[in-house]
């Protein structure tokens, strides 16, 4: 069974940078379409940044500009950057396919960015 795990989360300023990354530890020997997802706090789960397997990506209005994925050479970890943060993205952060199948959900990030 596929097992997603996401890393790099934390607690940052507005206007800070992370990034994340996510990887398959099982499952999945190249990882070619993905997309990262967020959910806060009495929110629904949304998608904010995909990236098909010809690295063609596609992002959420409100993260437009500011959110960048990418991928590694060998398709391994999936990226999340992350700079010019708000409160707003302040959020658990998953990765997953981009639908309509979805993998098992992995445990997330949680994102913190402070005022």
């Known amino acids: 069974q596929v097992q997603l795990v996401e890393s790099g989360g934390g607690l940052v300023q507005a206007g800070g940078s992370l990034r994340l990354s996510c990887t398959a530890s099982?499952?999945?020997?190249?990882?070619?379409?993905m997309a990262w997802y967020r959910q806060a706090q009495g929110k629904q789960r949304e998608l904010v940044a995909a990236i098909t397997d010809a690295g063609t990506t596609n992002y959420a209005d409100s993260v437009k500009g500011r959110f960048t994925i990418s991928r590694d050479n060998g398709r391994i970890t999936v990226y999340l950057q992350m700079n010019s943060l708000k409160p707003d993205d302040t959020a658990l952060y998953y990765c997953?396919?981009?639908?309509?199948?979805?993998?098992?959900w992995g445990q997330g990030t949680q994102v913190t960015v402070s005022s």
């Open positions: 997953n396919a981009p639908g309509p199948y979805l993998y098992p």
């Open positions: 099982r499952g999945i020997a190249r990882i070619n379409n």
